[in-house]
């Protein structure tokens, strides 16, 4: 469903008694109304050019208040589409390792995935050390986009140890995961996160349907099996889809 131009307008009119910069009279039409529940979840907004038509702004005002809910969680923007109200934003643990898969369907969402490459490759120096093989020995690599719904939600970059799964490129991962699959083959004994604030790459931001200049949480994550690494992936999740969360008790 889309939101109408015109009740946009209105809304933001009746809001001109207010001192408030323009801009900001934009932000606020779209937060009081989510707020309220007038305005709900997955709702397209008008586009930054219908907006700049009924509204008589520039659009570099518009653009300013699109890019800041974006950066406050209130939006959500996807590349070609347009700029939709955001869902809550997905969380995950900061220390386990979960199948997101089951993290989109406990939230009552459909879950789908788009394999973007899956083959075996020679290691680099980097990704050698991290599974403690040598430079040229070949690993297996998966590129994996996870969905929520329409939304893209996150970017996995996996290279594997043949030895430790070799039935790896054998398998679909737009049916099961590759968190999944490894969970069978090399059952987990341990793993490691490093997360990091930061820029996706032009490629990853393609294939994520974002912005450049959007802030993604990225997560190197390696896991081991039987006392020997089994895999190191890259993720890189929007901020403004995705959160990190996690508890602790002090006795």
């Known amino acids: 469903m889309a939101i109408d131009e015109v009740d946009f307008a209105a809304l933001y009119r009746a809001r001109n008694q207010h001192a408030e910069p323009a801009y900001q009279r934009v932000k606020n039409v779209v937060t009081e109304q989510v707020s309220a529940g007038h305005w709900i979840e997955g709702e397209l907004l008008p586009s930054e050019n219908q907006l700049v038509q009924v509204l008589g702004l520039s659009r570099m005002t518009i653009n300013r208040a699109f890019r800041e809910l974006v950066s406050e969680g209130q939006v959500a923007r996807l590349m070609g589409v347009g700029t939709f109200i955001a869902r809550r934003k997905g969380s995950s643990p900061l220390v386990e390792v979960r199948n997101i898969a089951d ?108 912005g450049g200049g959007e802030p993604c949480l990225l997560i190197r994550r390696r896991t081991w099996s039987a006392n020997r690494p089994t895999s190191v992936a890259r993720l890189v999740l929007p901020g403004s889809r995705y959160r990190l969360e996690g508890s602790f008790e002090q006795h």
């Open 103 to 210: 993290e989109v369907r406990a939230r009552g969402r459909h879950y789908w995935a788009e394999v973007i490459l899956l083959r075996a490759e020679t290691a680099d120096r980097s990704v050698a050390e991290e599974l403690e093989l040598t430079a040229g020995d070949k690993v297996f690599h998966s590129m994996v986009v996870h969905f929520e719904d329409e939304l893209p939600i996150q970017l996995e970059d996996r290279f594997v140890r043949p030895d430790r799964a070799p039935d790896y490129l054998e398998q679909d991962f737009t049916r099961d995961t590759p968190n999944t699959y490894l969970s069978r083959a090399a059952p987990l004994q341990r793993g490691e996160h490093i997360v990091e604030a930061g820029l996706g790459s032009a490629e990853e931001c393609r294939l994520l349907g974002i």
